[in-house]
């Protein structure tokens, strides 16, 4: 548990670094690889869903591999894509924005990472080991209590220990956002990317433990012979998909909401204003974010449910566009009489009205329970999410990752290739999931492996898969202009937009402990209060001193790497008890690094004023 | 209820919708062409949510259009300073107020056609027609209760007469979907029985899908629904309750193929008479428009059926290479002359060009 922070290593001391950090910038930069790397397993597994539905009768992979496709492609990409992108963002950008030195509990941000790797590669282990889990991202009892092999477990380990990492990050931010905001930084000064990731963080907190409650019961079913979803012993097969849309529902909540955060900032940066309707935007957010808890079994409709039922929860459902509604007319009117500059952060942000209020609409239409009846499971909701996810949260993080890039990374990506690899991703998206809505209701239901010719749904299919590589095609672009950008781009200062929030006001990337010295926030956007008054940077709140903060340590890595030992064992001792070895092997490293933590004093460390003014000579104070 | 939704569709947005959309798939397939009492009240209540959408839709990307005409940053523009406009009361509570009014609208008819659907007043009335359907990985089972008649993959219904199901599972969550005449339903296994109705307006063969993932073979849990006149559905109950599954065959290729069908697969199937259970009822095979629901029905389809069941359906029940292909095709030269009633064989099946 060394401190490393010698200037000049070689790659295994990166390595080192990296395995070790607790500084939530280079926590950001883990996430941001990882999630990147899965988005990318789960892009390759959309390519190969729409090669095989090309044609219909098409035999590209067979039924049951498809059935791995369709699992792992919904999982990664909600679970190990779009979940730790979020986080990156969040970790690279919320402690900033707040004028804090790091989240409140480092060491748990550095567990949450390992916990949430760990458990992604677990899952995806399962292509190598005898196949993949097979029932469904929604993993339906029974039929994923029943599924042979060991697909299903995989799903029920991994998401398990990366769920127990997401939980952690979301009590981690709760308490940083509470806690370490800069003097005068009140919770209604709070850029809105700060707030949407309180709300979020408390979704976390509350929608979490339905998954990990709903896990734990599928785990005993399959592994140790208990009958919670097995009708057969008196069991019941519905509390499973209760269960998870109590916490799916809140999910897609959580995935969405950080990103209305981001283009509240975005669309407020690029057209020079303060955002419109600032108080009413957080009771929006705060809205939805209750709201979303009121309204699972909407996924639920055609469950048998009973009328009264479905009209509760079609009406809540449908109250939720209200503060949508309000947002989407607040982005509108940010921008109206501003001064807008088309960057690719603000094109993807621009791109994104259009796409996600007509996945907001599509999603009123389901919410009307009985037209439901026709939508349910068929490819007019594979549409409607799609528009939600990949025009909300996909789109979202690519405004995001072009805006915040420059404060992650110390260089502005590419314009023109940012905007080259927006267009091919825009049109095929459109080209994609628009159709789909049309395919499903034309009588084509969700995943299904094949569809039969003279059918009619032939046309809408291929251009769908148009579409789907026009998608690859932007995303192999922006991968291109990343590497471009950083060989050939050169360095730009701290506030390349003309920020107006506290990330903007140090340098890029910002030095370890972030703020030489705590800013006083003077109001909304306190930066740009600061520049409008003919000042250069943020007055200090406190004098020069000695910054206390925390150490460098392996152990959270060690702890995850336990019970992905232990998840093995679990797996493999239904098989054969001698796997209960691993069990007991993953769980010593676990419990022993925790107690390690708990009975080494760990106190930190103190970078003293000396090297602080050596560094304010260096430049860093300013951004 | 259905009265005051249709006269909507004369009014002229509607009628342009409507001309739209049911341009869309094929006639008995397409949930967008309603042939039933419950796809078209869902079709208008589709109509209606769509037309409020469209409405805010159009504004949404009016203001959106202006805004970005309008305020781009022009060159030389760089140092201007917008004013920073804190909000709005008047214009915030606009748009709070009208997207409420605009759900209120659509949650009205949501609400009645939801309770709508869910009515069972009538399923205890004399001469009403209450069918149990089973789903089973990956195959239909239709038992009309109270006329011994069990059959399996096509659901006869008279036209015009509101028909209930009720519904559940043998093993995993499937979902019965019939676009063109309703909506859908799933069916749970163990106690949760779910039921719904199916109102007819044509006679015609109409496609029913599986809509609940439900193993490798759930793209392929295809049924038809054939809706025929009263009198020819009171034929078809006679004809199927008068089927002998002891009666000899014309062809001596047939006979063989009873003898072989009894002795290796009437312990999980049944020909005529009650549910068999573990496998579907085969009665009147010999008219049904699909093998297995997929496959056309010929001799050669159905004995790559018979001896390589998995490789037509993966993950099915029924064992491979049971009987030698020989012996497959004296089975099917049996089942294929099962043709105990040809109500309904007059009805064209929808599959058009694309």
Redesign the interface.
Known sequence: MSTAVAQKRGLGAVIWDYLTTVDHKKIAHLYLVAGGLFFLIGGLEAMIIRIQLMKPDNNFI???L??EMITMHGTTMIFLAAMPLIFALMNAVVPLQIGARDVAFPFLNSLGFWLFLFGGLMLNVSWFTGGAP???WTN?A??ST?SPGHGVDYYVMGLQISGAGTLIGGINFLVTIVNMRAPGMTYMRMPLFTWSTFVTSTLILFAFPALTVGLFLMMFDRMFGSAFFD??LGG???IWEHLFWIFGHPEVYILILPLFGAFSDIFSTF????L?????MVFATVLIGFLGFMVWAHHMF???M??IA??IF??AT??I??PT??K???W??T????????TSAMLWS?AF??SF??GG??G??L????????Y???YFVVGHFHYVIVGGVVFGLFASLHYWWPKMFGKVLNEKLGKLAFWPFFIGFHLTFFIQH?LG???M????????E???L??GNIISTAGAFLMALGTIIFLINVIYTSVKEKKVSGDPWGGRTLEWSIPSPPPHYNFVQTPLVRGLDPLWVEK?DGKEGMTPAEPLGDIHMPNASILPFTISLGLFIAGFGFIYQVDDPTWLIAVFAGMAITLGSMLTRSLKDDLGHHIHKEELEEDIKKGVGKS | MRGWMGKFRSLFLFGALTML?TG???EN????KPKGY??E??FD??LI??A??IF??VI??A??AF??LR???KKG?EH?????????KA??VI??VI??IL?LV??I???Q??????DQSTQEDEGVITVDVTGNQYWWQFDYSGEEISTSQELYIPTNERVYLNMKSS???H?F?V?AI?????T???????TMYLEAYEEGVY?G????????????M?FKVVAVSPDEYEQWVEDMKNIDPEATPETASAQEGQELFNNNCMSCHAIGGASAGVGPNLGNFGNREKIAG?LEPSKENLVEWIVHPDEVK??NQMPSELVTEEEAGKIADYLLELQHSDVGQDLPVQ????
Not at chain 1, 335 to 342: C, E, L, P, R, Y
Not at chain 1, 445 to 452: L, N
Not at chain 2, 351 to 354: H, L, P, R, T
């Open positions: 067979s039924a049951g498809y059935n097979d029932a469904g339906y029974p039929l029943i009708v057969g019941n097969a519905i057209s020079k204003k303060r419109f309707g600032y108080s009413a055609t469950v048998g009973g009328p479905n009209s079609a009406v449908m109250a566009a209200v509604g309000i989407i007319f607040n509108l009117f921008m109206w009489g501003g001064q807008i500059k088309m621009v009205i259009p209020t007509i609409m599509t009123v239409m919410a009307a329970a009985a037209a439901d009846y026709q349910h499971d068929t049309f209701l034309m009588g239901p969700r995943r299904y492996w094949v569809f039969q003279g059918q009619g032939a046309t409008m | 959309l869309c798939g094929i397939i397409s949930a967008l419950g796809s009240l869902l209540l589709m949510s769509i409020i959408m805010v839709f949404v990307m203001i959106y805004v970005l305020y781009r940053e523009q201007i300073v917008p004013k920073q406009t804190e909000g709005n214009l915030e748009w709070t997207p409420i759900l659509l949650a008819p949501t609400v056609a939801t309770f709508d659907l869910a093993d995993v969550i979902s979907w676009p309703a909506g859908k339903m799933d749970n296994p163990g106690e949760n029985m779910n496609e899908f599986c809509a609940e993932l439900c193993g490798p073979s759930h793209s392929l295809y997929i993966p993950g599959s058009v060009e694309e």
